[in-house]
C-alpha cells in the first residue's frame, strides 16, 4: 500500500499508520496524532478514516470520495464550537451517544476531534468511558498541535502518532505553489515557526498587511514613535476584517439552512447560529492578533540576532536592512525583554481581556523599555 496522504514527510506516522492498515494488521480503537498545525495531521486523518471505511466495502473508490466530501454516514468530524474550548455539547451526542451506535453502512465508524488540547474537563471525563470502552467497530482519531496540554487522561488512552513540524525549506515550497515570490516565501517560512497553516496564512490574502502591522508595531516602540504612530490600530483593522469575513459566512451558511427547515426550526436554528457566530468571531480575531504579536516579538528577536552577530538565525529574511537599521546602538537583553513582554501579552489574549487596551498598554510598555 502506497503512503497515505498526508504522511509523505512524517515516517512515525507512516509506518504506525501502514501497518495498522496491512493485511493481517489490526487498527487501534483511539489514536492521538499530535505535531504542528499544517504539518499533514488532518489530511491523514482524512485519509485513514477512508481506508477504514472501505475496507470490505462493494465499492472502496466510492467510500474514499464520500470520505473526502465528508458526506460518508459513519464518518464523525468535531471541531470546537467554543472560543478557546471544546465543550461538553461538542463531545456528547456526537460522539459519546453516537459511539454506541452500530455504523449506517460500513463494517466502523469513525470519529475525528481536532484541538483534542481544547477539551475542558468535563468535556474529557465524558469521553473516557467511550475511549476506555469502545464498541468493536469503533475509532476515534484525536488531532492536536500542543501534545503537552492534551488531558493525561485522554493521552494514557491513546495510541500516539507524531507528526514533525516541516522544514522552513519544505514549508517555503509549499508557499510557493500559491505564485509567492521566493525570498517572501522563504520568510513566510521561517516566520511561521515550522506551523505549515500560519506561513500560507503570512502570505496570502491580508496576512502581508498582518504582518506589516506586526513589523510597524515593534518599530514603533523602537523608534520611540508610539503616541504618533498608534501602531496597534493597523493589527485591529486586519482583526476586525477577519472577524466579518468569517461573520459573513456563517451568515451565508445560516441562510442555506433555514431555507429547508420548517418554521419551527428556524428559531432554534438561528439561537444556535447566533452563539456559533459569536464564538467563531472571537476565535478567528484573537488568531489574527496573537499572529501579528508572533511577527512583532520575531522582530524584536531578529533584532538581537544581529545585535549578537548570528545573522544565520534570521526569520524575517527578506527584511534584514531594516533589522539592521533597528539593531545599530541596541542592547541585546533589553530586546529579549522586549520579547517576553510580547509573549506575555499573547497569553493574556486567550483570557477576557480589553484587546486595544492590552496592545496599547503593551506598546508604550516596550517604547519605555527601548528608549
Known amino acids: 500500500m502506497t503512503a497515505l496522504a498526508g504522511t509523505e514527510h512524517h515516517p512515525n506516522a507512516r509506518a504506525t499508520l501502514g501497518a495498522a492498515l496491512a493485511p493481517g494488521g489490526h487498527a487501534s ?5 499530535h505535531g504542528p498545525s499544517g504539518s499533514g495531521k488532518r489530511t491523514a486523518a482524512r485519509a485513514f478514516a477512508a481506508e477504514l471505511l472501505a475496507d470490505g466495502a ?22 470546537p464550537s467554543g472560543a478557546h474550548e471544546m465543550l461538553v455539547g461538542d463531545i456528547e451526542e456526537p460522539v459519546v451517544a453516537a459511539a454506541a451506535m452500530t455504523p449506517f453502512e460500513a463494517a466502523r465508524r469513525v470519529f475525528v476531534i481536532e484541538r483534542a488540547d481544547t477539551l475542558i474537563d468535563q468535556a474529557a471525563n465524558k469521553m473516557l468511558k467511550t475511549l476506555e470502552e469502545p464498541a468493536p467497530f469503533v475509532h476515534i482519531v484525536l488531532l492536536s498541535d500542543r501534545l503537552a496540554e492534551v488531558l493525561p487522561t485522554i493521552r ?7 507528526f514533525d513540524a516541516l522544514s522552513a525549506e519544505q514549508l517555503a515550497e509549499r508557499v510557493g505553489r500559491h505564485g509567492i515570490p521566493p525570498e517572501q516565501a522563504r520568510a513566510c517560512a521561517r516566520l511561521a515557526l515550522g506551523d505549515g497553516e500560519r506561513a500560507l496564512e503570512l502570505a496570502l490574502g491580508d496576512g502581508p498587511a498582518l504582518r506589516a502591522g506586526g513589523e510597524r508595531f515593534a ?3 523602537l523608534a520611540g514613535e508610539v503616541g504618533a504612530a498608534k501602531p496597534w490600530s493597523e493589527l485591529l483593522a486586519v482583526k476586525r476584517r ?6 459573513a459566512a456563517l451568515e451565508a451558511q445560516l441562510a442555506e439552512e433555514l431555507e429547508v427547515v420548517s418554521r419551527r426550526e428556524r428559531r432554534r436554528l438561528e439561537n444556535e447560529y447566533a452563539e456559533r457566530i459569536r464564538r467563531t468571531r472571537r476565535r478567528v480575531e484573537t488568531g489574527a492578533l496573537d499572529l501579528g504579536l508572533q511577527i512583532a516579538s520575531l ?21 534584514v536592512d531594516a533589522l539592521q537599521q533597528d539593531a545599530d546602538g541596541r542592547n541585546a537583553q533589553r530586546l529579549r525583554a522586549a520579547v517576553e513582554l510580547v509573549e506575555e501579552t499573547r ?14 498598554t503593551l506598546a508604550y510598555r516596550l517604547e519605555a523599555l527601548l528608549s
Open 29 to 33: 480503537h483511539a489514536y492521538l496524532f
Open 58 to 79: 462493494p465499492d472502496p473508490d466510492g467510500v474514499r470520495s464520500r470520505v473526502q466530501h465528508g458526506t460518508h454516514p459513519d464518518l464523525t468530524w468535531v471541531t
Open 156 to 162: 494514557s488512552r491513546c495510541q500516539l502518532v507524531r
Open 219 to 221: 518599530r514603533a516602540a
Open 242 to 247: 477577519r472577524g466579518e469575513d468569517a461573520v
Open 299 to 319: 522582530w524584536f528577536r531578529d533584532v538581537a540576532c544581529l545585535v549578537w552577530s548570528t545573522p544565520e538565525l534570521l526569520h524575517h529574511t527578506d527584511r
Open 347 to 360: 497569553r493574556r489574549l486567550r483570557s477576557n481581556v480589553t484587546e486595544e487596551l492590552a496592545l496599547e
